[in-house]
């Protein structure tokens, strides 16, 4: 009777954590699998002139099954790491799969999702040293390109809602970094914003949100997950540390893994489902 009582108290704590945290933790199996029988968005290449580097610079564009020019999406712009460019996600996480069978459940508000190459200079390949300092700074110069060239031409191309509460970013490693800096920065432009793996370019907690009061005004959904395994684990714990002790909603979510697309799939997976919600 005794070990009834045990067992009845610890599924009681593990339920009772489990709703603490409040969110599905881990994809179901089949939701990276191809369902060809099932209504599939569409995947463009589009080209901006961008006049932060003085090129035309490449991205992607997912736009949902049933996309209709007649009607207005809200727009996540979602980021690749140091050795990726615009297509990284496409290749590693196939997002267009993930958000597909989401589509088909009813699982994910309609929104269109772009691919940037976030390596904001001249020649943007992943060739050579991807951690050379040049090119790491080129992920800092992507703020200005995002903001004044790309979001502009996404807005002006595709039929998209202009407000904050229609911008999401999120991105994997260095673009975790690049989506808290820049989304944390501009809050009047992103009210959603997910650092997945977050890398050392992820500003200090200070400096990435000295104004604690306006993001809880202004955030719709923050979002800081890294897999246990993560060597980079320290710049995620020490956001989501300084966002608790000021108070601020957000999601962290320590999943089993590492550095890779497993983790990035699953949060993509969660993060998406979460997304532009009334
Ligand atoms: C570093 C370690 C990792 C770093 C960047 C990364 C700029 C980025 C990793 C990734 O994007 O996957 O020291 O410095």
Known sequence: MKQLYILLAVFTLINVVTRAQGIEKEAPEGFDVVQPHIAHGKI???????????????ALVYTPPGFSKRKKYPVLYLLHGIGGDEKEWLKGGQPQVILDNLYAQGKVEPMIVVLPNGRAMK???????????????AFATFEKDLLRDLIPYIEKSYPVHKSRESRAIAGLSMGGGQSLNFGLGNLDTFAWVGGFSSAPNTREPEKLL?????????????WISCGSEDRLMG????????LESNGVDHIFLVEPGGHDFKVWKNDLYLFSQLLFRR
Not at 125 to 131: E, K, S
Not at 210 to 222: G, I, S, V
């Open 44 to 58: 463009d290449t589009i080209t901006y002139d961008s006049k932060t580097v003085g090129t035309e610079r490449r």
């Open 210 to 222: 000295p104004d604690p009061e306006e993001a809880k005004k202004k955030l719709r959904l923050l």
């Open 123 to 137: 020649d943007d390949r992943a060739t050579g040293n991807v951690f050379d300092s040049v090119k790491v700074q």
């Open 235 to 242: 710049f995620s714990k020490r956001t989501h540390d300084y």
